[in-house]
């Protein structure tokens, strides 16, 4: 399966979306149908990243012990900028 169709199949599944489709009948189209200049600009929420990102610390954890104790947390990378470090933020990239 192509990147293109499971991403037009998830979308497909998104729920919210198909409430939108229903209520507004011919105005989203299906992903495939989007222009190749307009699909370069489409961006993956910055601030959602985050969040997952924060959600992961954890994740790779199979020690119950650990878990509980927070030990082996995974941690964002820190950049050091104009002296100061502080952790890395997600950004994009083109």
């Known amino acids: 399966m192509t990147e293109r169709c499971r991403s037009t199949l998830w979308i497909q599944k998104d729920p919210v ?3 939108y489709r229903r209520a507004f009948p011919g105005v989203f189209k299906d992903l495939g149908e989007l222009s190749a200049d307009l699909k370069s600009h489409l961006r993956y929420p910055q601030d959602l990243f985050a969040i997952q990102a924060a959600q992961y610390e954890t994740f790779h954890m199979t020690d119950s012990t650990g878990l509980l104790q927070r030990e082996d947390l995974w941690v964002a990378p820190q950049e050091k900028y ?11 990239i083109d």
């Open 17 to 19: 979306l198909g409430v």
């Open 82 to 92: 104009d002296g100061t470090v502080a952790a890395m933020e997600p950004y994009y």
